[in-house]
């Protein structure tokens, strides 16, 4: 398995609360991504880097920042977390070099606003 | 703008049958495709990637082969065991910078 971990697995948070989420990877990959995954819509991407300090909006960017200042470390903030943000979200990783954007996800953080 | 679909939604098969997955797209510039699957409660793993110049890759009892004109790909499954039971999801990717494009998924279900 890719070497990718998140941080927190689960958490529970109050609605206007700011939240943090933690990808780290150990296979020095040059792009990471993040993804939410819902029923009935699938998974969306919301932001990627493709490097250090770079970084670009997906599908669904409203509401979250991302930041990456060491390339294994991908961050996604929630700024005011709303109960439209409970999801499951998942990190992924990808060489991005020559042919190869193979794509290797990690094991997701379930978070509940409430 | 890019859309996946997967049907059929869920599938259920004997144990020892081949079977085949579905993926339609609707725009044919793709960069790649990528077969994942996903069990109850984990992350996606990698099965297949596609180049968008390849028509197919094989891995396994796996099979997936590239359709790009008609917009089609599928996933061959031989002899299914029960271990295969997980939803299989297919993903486009429409340009060099890796991002995909999901398909819902077909949650498939091998019985002994």
């Known amino acids: 398995d890719a070497g990718i971990t998140q941080s927190p697995r689960h958490k529970v948070t109050e609605t206007g609360t700011p939240v943090t989420l933690r990808c780290h990877q150990t296979?020095?990959?040059?792009?990471m991504y993040w993804y939410r995954q819902d029923p009935g819509h699938g998974l969306r991407l919301i932001h990627y880097?493709?490097?250090?300090?770079?970084?670009d909006k997906g599908e669904v960017s409203d509401g979250y920042s991302v930041s990456r200042s060491k390339t294994e470390d991908f961050l996604l903030t929630l700024e005011s977390a709303t109960s439209s943000q409970t999801s499951v979200y998942f990190c992924?990783?990808?060489?991005?070099?020559?042919?190869?954007?193979?794509?290797?996800f990690g094991p997701g953080t379930r978070l509940t606003v409430t | 703008k890019q859309e996946v679909t997967q049907i059929p939604a869920a599938l259920s098969v004997p144990e020892g049958e081949n079977l085949v997955l579905n993926c339609s797209f609707t725009?044919?510039?793709?960069?790649?495709l990528q077969w994942f699957r996903q069990d109850p409660g984990k992350g996606l793993t990698s099965l297949l990637l596609i180049q968008s110049s390849q028509r197919e890759q094989t891995s396994g009892r796996l099979n997936a082969s590239l359709d790009k004109s008609s917009g089609r790909s599928t996933l061959y499954i031989a002899a299914s065991q029960p271990g295969d039971s997980a939803t299989y999801l297919c993903?486009?990717?429409?340009?060099?910078?890796?991002?995909?494009?999901f398909g819902q998924g077909t949650t498939l279900q091998v019985k002994p």
């Open positions: 993903a486009v990717g429409s340009s060099n910078t890796g991002k995909l494009i």
């Open positions: 296979e020095n990959h040059r792009y």
């Open positions: 725009d044919s510039a793709i960069y790649n």
């Open positions: 880097s493709y490097g250090v300090k770079d970084t």
């Open positions: 992924a990783i990808s060489p991005g070099t020559g042919d190869s954007y193979e794509q290797y």
